[in-house]
């Protein structure tokens, strides 16, 4: 009707409604990038608490070398970011190798107190280490040209680095799935955790297959702390900073599970990163909120196994 106002509602609340879709899929995008960022990185700790036994809190120590190599090869060396990501996994699972050798070898089923205890002091070893060699500053790892453009999907633009992320977790989730689940490798792990003495009885190194097994964990916490350094900024500081982050998300999911770190990162993530566009004061609030509801509903995680 002339003179009731309606012709300038309309428009308005059209405007309305598209900058809400927008912002929403804003939100679910990068909910959707941090929690595979998180999957990426924490996956290989549900894999040695799950199916290796070990409590690892050294897990972010890895996670933090993998960023400073690509960070010192990106920025000093000047070379690309697949070098950069490729020796950045390699180098820290070179320099994880030791470890693996002379301590984990030596905790693999032990008392839980033991495994922690060790590993916390390889975390504080480790950030002491980083300190005195490379100072506390932050360790920045450029982009390449083609990761910061935006790439139009038709009603919006996204970053291309998120979607670089959000493919990169899906392909670790498949590819990890079919190792541990179609593979003769896999079989191995399984036997192995369930009944060592037996595995070793028909043939099996045990020891070559725990090894393995903790190098493509480490290699894994490397890799998601190099393509993740825009979402957990890499500095001295990180294994500690986001160490209880890896250990709440493996207990949400449920150790060893697959499916449950990566419905546990993609719910937590898109609960963190809500609470931090709507309500930012509450810091971390909805996040351990969240933690404790689920925790409290699923006592063993989303998908964990009774031991």
Same mark, same amino acid.
């Given at each position: 009707?002339?003179?009731?106002?309606?012709?300038? $509602?309309? =428009?308005?609340? %059209?405007?309305?409604?598209?900058?809400?879709?927008?912002?929403?899929?804003?939100?679910?995008?990068?909910?959707?990038?941090?929690?595979?960022?998180?999957?990426?990185?924490?996956?290989?700790?549900?894999? /040695?608490?799950?199916?290796?036994?070990?409590?690892? %809190?050294?897990?972010?120590?890895? &996670?933090?070398?993998?960023?400073?190599?690509?960070?010192?090869?990106?920025? +000093?060396?000047?070379?690309?970011?697949?070098? $950069?990501?490729?020796? #950045?996994?390699?180098?820290?699972?070179?320099?994880?190798? =030791?470890?693996?050798?002379?301590?984990?070898?030596?905790?693999?089923?032990?008392?839980?107190?033991?495994?922690?205890?060790?590993?916390?002091?390889?975390?504080?070893?480790?950030?002491? @280490?980083?300190?005195?060699?490379?100072?506390? /500053?932050?360790?920045?790892? !450029?982009? =390449?040209?083609?990761? /910061?453009? !935006?790439?139009?999907?038709?009603?919006?633009?996204?970053?291309?680095?998120?979607?670089?992320?959000?493919?990169?977790?899906?392909?670790?989730?498949?590819? %990890?799935?079919?190792?541990?689940?179609?593979?003769?490798?896999?079989?191995?792990?399984?036997?192995?955790? +369930?009944?060592?003495?037996?595995?070793?009885?028909? #043939?099996?190194?045990? =020891?070559?297959?725990?090894?393995?097994?903790? &190098?493509?964990?480490?290699?894994?916490?490397?890799?998601?702390?190099?393509?993740?350094?825009?979402?957990?900024?890499?500095?001295?500081?990180? $294994?500690?900073?986001?160490? @209880?982050?890896?250990?709440?998300?493996?207990?949400?999911?449920?150790?060893?599970?697959?499916?449950? /770190?990566?419905?546990?990162?993609?719910?937590?993530?898109?609960?963190?990163?809500?609470?931090?566009?709507?309500? !930012? +004061?509450?810091?971390?609030?909805?996040?351990? &909120? &969240?933690?404790?509801?689920?925790?409290?509903?699923?006592?063993? #995680?989303?998908?964990?196994?009774?031991?």
């Amino acid at each position: 009707m002339p003179g009731c106002g309606c012709e300038a $509602a309309s =428009p308005t609340a %059209l405007h309305g409604l598209a900058v809400f879709m927008q912002t929403t899929l804003s939100i679910a995008t990068d909910a959707f990038a941090y929690g595979m960022v998180l999957f990426i990185i924490s996956i290989g700790l549900s894999l /040695t608490m799950g199916l290796m036994r070990v409590v690892n %809190l050294a897990h972010g120590a890895f &996670a933090m070398i993998g960023g400073y190599i690509a960070s010192y090869i990106t920025r +000093d060396l000047g070379w690309g970011y697949v070098p $950069a990501i490729l020796l #950045g996994v390699a180098g820290t699972i070179i320099i994880a190798a =030791p470890f693996e050798r002379l301590l984990f070898r030596r905790i693999y089923g032990k008392p839980e107190l033991l495994q922690v205890l060790m590993t916390i002091g390889i975390t504080f070893c480790v950030i002491g @280490v980083t300190n005195y060699f490379f100072g506390p /500053t932050l360790k920045t790892i !450029p982009l =390449p040209d083609i990761l /910061t453009r !935006p790439v139009d999907i038709g009603f919006r633009t996204i970053a291309a680095h998120r979607l670089f992320v959000m493919a990169c977790g899906v392909g670790v989730a498949a590819a %990890l799935w079919f190792l541990i689940e179609k593979t003769g490798f896999g079989i191995k792990l399984r036997a192995a955790v +369930d009944n060592a003495a037996m595995t070793d009885a028909l #043939g099996v190194r045990t =020891p070559v297959v725990y090894a393995i097994a903790f &190098a493509v964990a480490v290699g894994l916490a490397a890799f998601g702390g190099i393509i993740g350094a825009e979402f957990l900024p890499v500095e001295p500081y990180y $294994a500690l900073r986001y160490m @209880v982050l890896f250990l709440v998300v493996v207990s949400v999911g449920g150790a060893g599970s697959i499916l449950g /770190t990566l419905v546990a990162c993609l719910a937590l993530g898109a609960v963190d990163t809500v609470g931090r566009y709507l309500m !930012p +004061d509450f810091g971390n609030f909805f996040f351990y &909120a &969240a933690v404790i509801a689920i925790v409290f509903a699923f006592p063993r #995680g989303f998908f964990g196994r009774a031991q």
